[in-house]
């Protein structure tokens, strides 16, 4: 899907709102268009933090679900904390980077625990982003 959401994006054809999404993102970061240039071996490849290599599908997906929580105001609270981040960082992406970043940290706590996500151990985390450092 990201594949070919990119590719209707270079070629300027009608996309579904879902596709959008993703070529939107996908366009905010110019060092994974050429994996999603060729889809078949970006899916067959293997993407190891060992190798010093990032998961561009894992990347864009936490990107998409902040845009989600954010859209949604789910966690309640979420959407100001975006908008605060993102005036104080200037950018709504690089505010979206810095809580993909407490997003994954609360999902692994989750994973290692075997229980549901913590959101207010998540909205406390995307809090203390917007306070000042001392």
């Known amino acids: 899907m990201y594949a ?5 994006r270079r070629e300027h054809l ?4 879902l596709e959008d999404q993703i070529a939107a993102v996908i366009e905010q970061h110019p060092e ?13 490849r293997d993407y190891s933090p060992e190798d010093g290599q ?10 998409l679900a902040v845009r989600e929580q954010v859209a949604t105001d789910r966690p309640a609270g ?10 104080a960082l200037g950018s709504q992406h690089e505010a979206e980077h810095r809580m993909i970043d407490c997003l994954g940290e609360t999902l692994w706590n989750s994973q290692r625990s075997g229980t549901a996500p913590d ?3 998540y909205l406390e985390a995307l809090q203390q982003l917007t306070r000042p450092k001392k």
């Open 4 to 8: 070919e959401a990119w590719r209707k």
């Open 14 to 17: 009608p996309t579904e709102p």
């Open 32 to 44: 994974y268009q050429p994996t999603f240039d060729d889809g078949e071996a970006a899916i067959e």
């Open 54 to 63: 990032s998961n561009p599908f894992l990347h864009m997906g936490m990107h």
């Open 78 to 87: 979420i959407r100001s904390i975006h908008g605060r981040l993102a005036i």
């Open 119 to 121: 959101e207010r151990a």
